[in-house]
């Protein structure tokens, strides 16, 4: 079983607009809801790919009782969610059909409390045990110790399982000081780390400050990974057209399958790869596409890097 | 009691963010939720005047029960709502702190089956029994009948309960063939409906149409009247500043107030004037400030015009 940790959920909202106009009124052509938060789409995949998923983190409030609702209808992903008092935030992304563009408004989640946060944790010590992989996701919460990950990164260490760290800021800074496995960070979360725009020196950087692994996800070039057992860039074929949402979180979910199935290195990435361009490719923000994915996965150029490991 | 109807009721969503940029991704400082759609802000209107209310309409989904959990908080308003599959809609305005400006994204609401709207005509006909006026306002939901409001006031002339009708575009022309006792249509939707910019002529057309009286709000210049017992303009003292939202739901039930109540139209205009201005001057969009509501009121200039009756 592999875990995911999502402390932030959200309902994500997408609104369909003819035109937006900044200050008028909008009747909204087309409204989609669906289950959110990095951790949550991770879970997705890895469930599509055939892994038996625990999705767990914090929900509360009648959008979390929405979401529930939504993840309950997913297979293969497991609801161990925590309830907490406060309600799960939305993100709402309202799309201008005239362009296609994006304007996002994200909700910053519900206040917990220190009890809520040391149920959590308790909650979180009992799904580490039988779990093969955990990958923690996202943004905290309000209340939330800014610490958290290190905490989490602390006890997964103690029960012996590999664990993903993935967000950014400072919850990226303390956490990595635990010593994670593996961190997937994209060229701008590895800059505001370690004040480097350069990826490999950065990467270097990162691994200098604890993480045991840098997968840096280098946007439509694919993917930078300087890792105790080597160094590798890996791209795909050509440069994939579509949306972008979603594919960090998918090769995210890449990297920890490999990881859970004992791949070595390369063939984690460029099931990372393959997977994050058939996610850019699929119509809908934030699946992958099944016959792109099997298409790519052969044809991604994974090459050893000069970075010194 | 006084009755209010509210098909395509809504839950209000406010988002407050430094500066909106179209198409960029934004974190929200500030989020607020309450009950909306034009019938429930004339239903809160009502109660904190002191009369006993009862809020129907349609309501479903995970909304919904957010909606009907914060009416259940509403002193003097008593939820009648009727239960349907689909999912009560949301609106979405978005506030930029920057300019104050609002941008607002309307959901367009839940697909309502003949079995449901049937069921609500029930209801509403039972709750028509000790009512002493209705309000039939805003949109209708997908699926619900054009011809909607035309049979609602059919039935309040059965059951000889006064009737107001606040729509706009179709529902509105379609209701006013079925002479409803007052429509209180701002200047644009009475131009819609009659193809006259001339306030005066339009609500000469609007009656020759079917209307017993027409309350056309002028925005900031306040009322024009023309009634079976005369002609009037009701305009505040001076021009109040401050925020729109629900001024018109506040005219209304100052109207309905003051039909329920037998008083004579200047002073149901009077009322309508003041509560409106006093709620364009309240810090909370769609609620009205008490002591402006108090201090107006005498200072509402309602003179008599010349337009024949």
Redesign the interface.
């Known amino acids: 079983m592999i875990l995911t940790v999502t402390l932030n959920a959200a309902l994500d ?1 997408t ?1 369909r ?1 003819p035109r ?10 087309e ?1 989609i809801e669906r289950p959110g938060g990095k951790g949550l789409n991770v879970a997705r995949v890895l469930a599509t790919l055939g892994h038996d998923t625990v999705a767990t983190g914090l929900i509360g409030g ?2 979390g ?2 979401l529930r ?1 939504q993840l309950g209808s997913y297979p293969g992903v497991a609801d161990a969610f925590v309830p907490i008092a406060g309600t799960t935030r ?1 993100t ?1 992304g ?1 799309v ?1 059909a005239s ?1 296609g ?8 989640g519900p206040l917990v409390s220190a009890a809520e946060w040391a149920a959590f944790a308790d909650r979180y010590a009992e799904l580490l045990d039988g779990a093969a992989a955990v990958a923690l996701c996202g943004s905290l919460p309000p209340g939330v110790p800014v610490g958290a990950y290190a905490q989490l990164i602390r006890a997964a260490h103690g029960a012996h399982v590999p664990v993903l760290l993935d967000t950014s800021g400072e919850p990226l800074r303390r956490g990595i000081a635990a010593r994670p496995d593996v961190i997937k960070p994209n060229a701008d979360e590895l800059a505001a780390l370690t004040g480097s725009t350069e990826p490999v020196r950065a990467a270097r950087e990162a691994r200098r400050r604890g993480a045991h692994a840098v997968a840096a996800s280098l946007g439509p070039e694919g993917l930078l990974a300087i890792t105790p057992d080597g160094a590798w860039r890996a791209a795909p074929p050509s440069r994939i057209a579509g949306n972008p949402t979603g594919a960090g979180d998918s090769a995210v979910a890449g990297l920890l399958s490999g990881l859970a199935e004992g791949l070595p290195w390369p063939d984690r990435l460029a099931r990372a790869v393959a997977l994050s361009a058939a996610t850019v490719r699929a119509p809908v923000a934030g699946e992958y596409d099944e016959a792109t994915y099997a298409q790519l996965l052969p044809q991604v150029r994974v090459s050893p890097h000069p970075a010194a490991a």
Chains 1, 2 share one sequence.
């Open positions: 909202i609104y607009v937006l106009r900044a200050h008028h009124s909008h009747r909204i052509t409204a009648a959008t009782a929405a609702d939305r709402v309202v201008d362009t563009d994006t304007t996002q408004l994200n909700e910053p």
